[in-house]
């Protein structure tokens, strides 16, 4: 193993009383992080005074200030300031395990060719609700080392590869991880896997939450991707056909019929497979009933946000301009 000075950094905005449950995690770590620098946003909390105490107490943490800043920038800044050669990064709302930090730096140490490595999650839940909101949310690995991604709660890599990438992309407040993983793929460096490298991350505790969550992750991609919009169309024109019936209902009793007809074909169309998956995971029957409107919820918010974030990407000229600046910045790097 090729022992490095490792850097942990953390993007945090008004995170209160559990500031001082994650510091205490990553100080702790089973292999201590060489320093940590933290970027906060602005927070009008105890945040910032709980921050700057552990900082007087530990010589290793270091605190910045920036009013404002999105995430990426934030993450840029900070490993500005970072001296290691390795990054790990988390986030605020995040419970690292102990042998976190051990078991995500691990293939960077002992491989070189190695670039970034992809921690997971586990669900901290509430209630059954967060539990399959969680599990609907969980990104899956790829199983393959060049087409892997990776994102910023639980990942690492190595400083040289960020600047080679041109850091992550500070135009983007959704989509940001996204991207910044296709960069490194693109650029043909090698992401692994390490599946004891675990996080602790709490869902969006209501379906409202869950569901703009989910439409932001699709804008955040419509933005990034000159992709075919008639995925999204075909599924986005079966929703508005659902729900214009029913409204139609309330006048022609057939309408309901076919709206219901239409409920019945997205729903063998959509949940079967997914619904197989969680009861393989949960004897939870509220699963029954969760799944089927987290998927529904999920492919309704998604399409949507992504067909918004495609308007968005073709109609203003500074959205196209960044992205193939982002993208000509890697070519001539490589």
């Not at 992401?191 to 004891?196: E, G, L």
Request: charged fraction near 20%; proline fraction near 4%; aromatic fraction near 14%.
């Amino acid at each position: 193993m090729n022992r490095q000075k490792v850097s942990v950094i953390l993007t945090v905005l008004n995170e209160g009383d559990g500031m001082k449950e994650l510091l205490a995690q990553i100080l702790t770590q089973t292999r201590p992080p060489d320093e940590v620098v933290v970027v906060d946003g602005g927070s009008s909390d105890q945040t910032i005074p709980v921050l700057n105490g552990y900082a007087v107490s530990d010589d290793r943490l270091r605190v910045y200030i920036e009013p404002g800043v999105n995430i990426s920038r934030g993450r840029n800044i900070a490993i500005e300031k970072c001296t290691g050669s390795i990054i790990a990064v988390t986030d605020g709302g995040c419970r690292p395990d102990a042998n976190w930090l051990e078991e995500l730096i691990k293939p960077l140490e002992n491989d070189s060719s190695i670039a970034a490595v992809a921690g997971i999650f586990k669900i901290d839940y509430r209630n059954s609700f967060e539990f399959f909101s969680g599990a609907l949310c969980m990104p899956a690995d790829s199983g393959d080392a060049t087409t892997r991604l990776f994102y910023g709660r639980n990942s690492a890599f190595r400083k040289d590869a960020w600047s080679a990438v041109g850091g992550y992309p500070e135009w983007l407040y959704t989509g940001e991880d996204t991207l910044f993983a296709k960069r490194f793929v693109q650029n043909g460096f090698f992401v692994s896997y390490a599946p004891d490298a675990i996080v602790a991350w709490r869902p969006r505790p209501t379906l409202k939450k869950l569901t703009k969550m989910f439409f932001l992750y699709g804008r955040g991609n419509g933005r990034i991707e000159n992709g075919n919009l008639k995925g999204s169309i075909y599924w986005l024109r079966y929703h508005i056909a659902w729900f214009f019936l029913l409204l139609l209902g309330c006048f022609y009793s057939w309408a309901w019929i076919a709206a219901i007809t239409i409920l019945i074909y997205l729903y063998v169309q959509m949940v079967p497979p997914v619904l197989r998956e969680i009861r393989q995971k949960t004897n939870l029957l509220s699963r029954e009933f969760w799944v089927p409107v987290i998927v529904f919820c999920r492919n309704i918010a998604t399409n949507a946000g992504y067909l918004f974030g495609q308007w968005e990407l073709k109609s203003k000229p500074d959205f196209r301009a960044n992205l193939e600046q982002y993208r000509n910045y890697q070519r001539q790097q490589t």
